[in-house]
């Protein structure tokens, strides 16, 4: 498959072409990592991570490929691995225990609101998650969960965006977040 | 319509980018001065960060499925059996490798000494070196070079006298050698070379079976008076029923010279020609005469 191909595919949101741009790349990507002190878990979550990059941008039509779609990949992976080892280094040891407490707190809250995205129906999830992170426009997302058009998906998800409001706060009284 | 609705609302449509440039600046004061807004700002941008990791997370999921394994080399050279393997195989590499290396050095060349050998009228040790000095008591061994020139008696003389070298692991000595600056003398008298002739031609033997040169004559329209040696056999191109030839194989401690005579006139057989080559007659009369009695005696 050619690259202008899998852009195109991958600008549908097609998930089929996003996992063989991931299979075609793998070894090259993350050998980034690995030949630079990376282990092999980081190696692919930092692939995964420019995949995923990608494949928004595609989707939301701001990438315009002027290079080859690896070499695209390969300058993602190496910045994030740059970024992800001087995040590295700048995480020194008095800084810690602040971090550890503030991000238990975060950690607790994006838990809690993990829970109730669960407990979501399928396609509330699914609307809002194309939504949210794919950013597919309600005419695709119509398209993609065969609803009846554009508006129908808008209502959708501004229901299910409503009772996730309402599950999040049902577990949590008001004063847990606005304290 | 509650407070906190006005404000869910008013915070999507900022995180949405449905807000114009006003309203985007109006929102943003606002949050610097309202901690409710900001609040509420912070819950609803942990939501769709929450959203975001949810999908994040599902695409993750089935890319990690897919089964991304390093190709048939990176399992090879990651095996522990492999790796064992290839350090035996450059171990033995790098073992045979200095030992052929050492023992080049070390090693007496097989060529050198057989070459000697096959010379000297004595064994050398079978590690190739001797420490006693050379015993240069070595025989002469006058051969003709044609072995149709040699009575049956002598024949079978010179034969059994090489059997029994071959045998004994030896072979006769034959003594040197046309000087190479018999021709640089221009002006010789023909008493000198009369004398040269005469003590070379005691000194020089002819052919020995050994070296005898086989000869076929090829018939070949295209080339009337030419000649190729390959591996000790003369070829001989065009007609030579005119009259008989001889060949006068010339041994020297180092070299060979081959001569061929045809119709009274001499030729220089050059060794090193393995192309068909014309026959170029030897003008020099010192060389002719040496030749002659050369010839004559044996």
């Not at chain 1, 209502?155 to 599950?167: A, G, S």
């Not at chain 2, 040699?150 to 034959?174: C, H, M, P, T, Y």
């Not at chain 2, 050698?177 to 002006?187: A, F, G, K, P, Y």
């Not at chain 2, 086989?214 to 056999?233: A, P, Q, T």
Request: net charge neutral; with cysteine.
């Amino acid at each position: 498959m050619k690259d202008r191909e899998v852009l195109e595919k991958v600008s549908n949101g097609d998930e089929a072409a996003l996992e063989y741009l991931y299979k075609k790349h793998y070894r090259m990507m993350t050998r980034i990592v690995l030949n630079n002190n990376g282990s092999e878990d980081e190696a692919k979550d930092v692939y995964q991570e420019a995949l995923l990059a990608f494949w928004q941008k595609a989707i939301a039509g701001k990438l315009v490929l002027t290079s080859k779609i690896s070499t695209y990949l390969y300058s993602v992976c190496l910045n994030l691995w740059r970024k992800e080892l001087d995040r590295k280094g700048k995480f020194a040891e008095s800084d810690k225990e602040e971090y550890t407490y503030q991000e238990f707190d975060k950690r607790e809250r994006a838990r809690i609101i993990n829970e109730c995205i669960n407990e979501l129906g399928d396609t509330c999830r699914k609307v809002l998650t194309y939504h949210y992170f794919d950013g597919l426009s309600m005419s695709d997302i119509a398209k993609k969960l065969n609803l009846a058009n554009t508006d129908t998906a808008k209502t959708k998800k501004y229901k299910c965006k409503k009772k996730l409001d309402l599950l999040i706060k049902r577990k949590y009284s008001a004063s847990d977040f606005l304290d | 319509m509650s407070i906190q609705s006005e404000y869910i609302r008013l915070v999507n449509k900022y995180l949405e980018g449905g807000m114009t440039g006003s309203e985007q600046y109006i929102f943003e004061d606002q949050l610097t001065s309202d901690p409710l807004l900001k609040a509420e700002f912070e819950h609803q941008n942990e939501i769709v960060n929450g959203l975001k990791e949810f999908r994040k997370t599902q695409l993750k999921t089935r890319l990690n499925n897919i089964t991304v394994g390093p190709g048939i080399i990176g399992v090879l050279s990651q095996s522990a059996s492999m790796k064992t393997l290839s350090y035996v195989v450059t171990s033995v590499l790098v073992g045979a490798g200095s030992y052929y290396y050492f023992n080049s050095y070390t090693k007496p060349k097989a060529v050198h000494f057989s070459a000697v050998e096959s010379r000297l009228d004595f064994l050398l040790p079978e590690n190739g070196y001797s420490t006693k000095a050379v015993d240069l008591n070595y025989k002469y061994n006058q051969k003709t070079n044609l072995s149709e020139w040699i009575s049956a008696e002598e024949k079978e003389n010179i034969e059994e006298s090489n059997d029994q070298a071959i045998n004994r692991g030896l072979v006769d000595f034959s003594v040197p050698e046309v000087h190479d600056n018999v021709s640089t003398d221009l002006t010789p008298e023909p008493d000198q070379i009369l004398e040269k002739a005469v003590a070379r031609s005691k000194s020089f033997v002819g052919a020995g079976e050994f070296n005898k040169v086989d000869i076929e004559n090829v018939v070949n329209n295209r080339y009337k008076f030419h000649y190729r040696l390959d591996n000790n056999k003369l070829y001989l191109y065009g007609k030579f029923e005119a009259s008989p030839y001889e060949i006068i194989e010339i041994n020297s401690f180092q070299s060979k010279k081959l001569f061929f005579y045809y119709n009274g006139n001499y030729f220089k057989l050059n060794q090193n020609v393995n192309d068909i080559s014309p026959l170029l007659k030897i003008e020099n009369p010192e060389i002719i005469t040496e030749l002659n009695i050369l010839k004559k005696r044996n």
